[in-house]
């Protein structure tokens, strides 16, 4: 409806302009010409290009609503309020120009300063606003949750998680999450949705399996832990691959990078940013004790199993002797037979240096 009312808005005004126009025309065409006819002659030029200048003006104010409804609500912010402190700051540096007595001849430039100041510094503002708006809305916290682009919109000491495709896909992020060491908002970019999503239809049946996986994964995270996820909005289409854009929000965001990607993982540490490697976890809390490490250990006391001998190493690790019991109170050398960790801490099982092995 909008679109037919700016469209016959501008017909109608082409039209009276051209049925009015004849004024303005040379009077030796219309000397012996026909008045009525030229005034419809001229209607109908202003008709046709009436109808021509609504349909572009038609066209770039939906581009313009368009573009409006697609910028994050940080970046509209700021750039309107640049856009009006520039304006501001144009009229109130043209004050000495229109306080200046020109003579009549130049009286146009008062009205060219006026357009042209105005038209600097308001993209001046607009560009300003780009470059430091968002670190002005990060000291006054005003971002929205899901499409804002800093780290202010985030409560909380806290840094805000910034997740990778590759991450999601491992499937060992819910169990990090469920024992409470990973801290803070959980944020999934949508082009890492996307490119799940893509994955999952993609006619390779290995990326197809391993795409539909990490959209399951992320489904479980949405109900486990639905109050630390954020699908975040924001996207970076100037910037071609993924690994890009989580490298720019994790910047602007001043957050944490969790990804399982090697090559991603040195780009981020080269940028200076904070790299959450799941592999690099896992490899630290691995046993440090290998089956057949020998071991210096004092046993103290009885196991409660019949013949074991208890013995702590210097950490507090448990170390239990096979056929340990008659040695308390002695310093034996010992072999580890295996390890293990639990939510307790880690246990160790050996038995005495060169006892034979129980055949089974």
């Known amino acids: ?143 929205s949750l899901n499409a804002g682009t800093e780290s202010g919109q985030f409560q909380g000491d806290a840094r805000p998680k910034i997740v990778d495709t590759s991450c999601i896909i491992d499937g060992r992020l819910e169990e990090l999450l469920g024992t409470g060491f990973l801290e803070g908002y959980l944020v999934v970019p949508r082009f890492v949705l996307d490119e799940l999503q893509l994955l999952s239809d993609s006619a390779d049946a290995d990326r197809r399996s391993k795409g539909r996986r990490g959209l399951d994964i992320l489904s479980q995270l949405q109900t486990g832990f639905g109050e630390r996820l954020v699908l975040h909005e924001l996207d970076y289409p100037k910037l071609a691959t993924v690994d890009a854009k989580l490298v720019r929000l994790t910047q602007d965001l001043e957050g944490a990078l969790i990804t399982n990607d090697f090559n991603l993982n040195k780009v981020a540490n080269l940028q200076g940013l904070t790299v959450l490697n799941v592999n690099d976890l896992a490899s630290v809390l691995k046993p440090r004790f290998l089956p057949g490490d020998l071991l210096q250990v004092k046993v103290l006391r009885e196991g409660k199993e019949p013949h074991q001998g208890i013995a702590y190493l210097e950490d507090g690790t448990m170390v239990v002797i096979e056929e340990g019991s008659g040695h308390i109170g002695e310093q034996a050398s010992v072999s580890v037979t295996s390890a293990l960790q639990t939510s307790a801490g880690r246990m160790i099982f050996a038995r005495l240096q060169n006892r034979p092995v129980p055949k089974v």
Not at 10 to 28: C, V, Y
Not at 45 to 58: I, K, M, N
Not at 88 to 112: V, Y
Not at 114 to 126: D, E, K, R, W
């Open 1 to 143: 409806m909008l679109d037919v009312a700016i469209v016959c808005l501008f017909i109608l005004a082409g039209a009276g302009i051209g049925f009015n126009s004849i004024a303005f025309l040379p009077s030796s065409w219309t000397a012996n010409a026909d008045i009525s006819g030229v005034r419809w002659v001229t209607l109908g030029f202003g008709f046709v290009f009436g109808a021509a200048l609504g349909a572009v003006v038609r066209s770039a104010y939906r581009r313009l609503e368009r573009n409006i409804r697609e910028m994050p609500t940080d970046a509209l912010l700021t750039r309107s309020v640049g856009l009006v402190g520039g304006l501001l700051l144009a009229n109130f540096l043209l004050g000495p120009i229109f306080l200046f007595p020109f003579p009549e001849s130049l009286a146009f430039i008062k009205f060219l300063a006026s357009i042209l100041a105005s038209l600097v510094f308001a993209y001046l503002g607009m560009t300003l606003s780009d470059v430091h708006g968002r670190t002005l809305l990060r000291r006054f916290n005003l971002n």
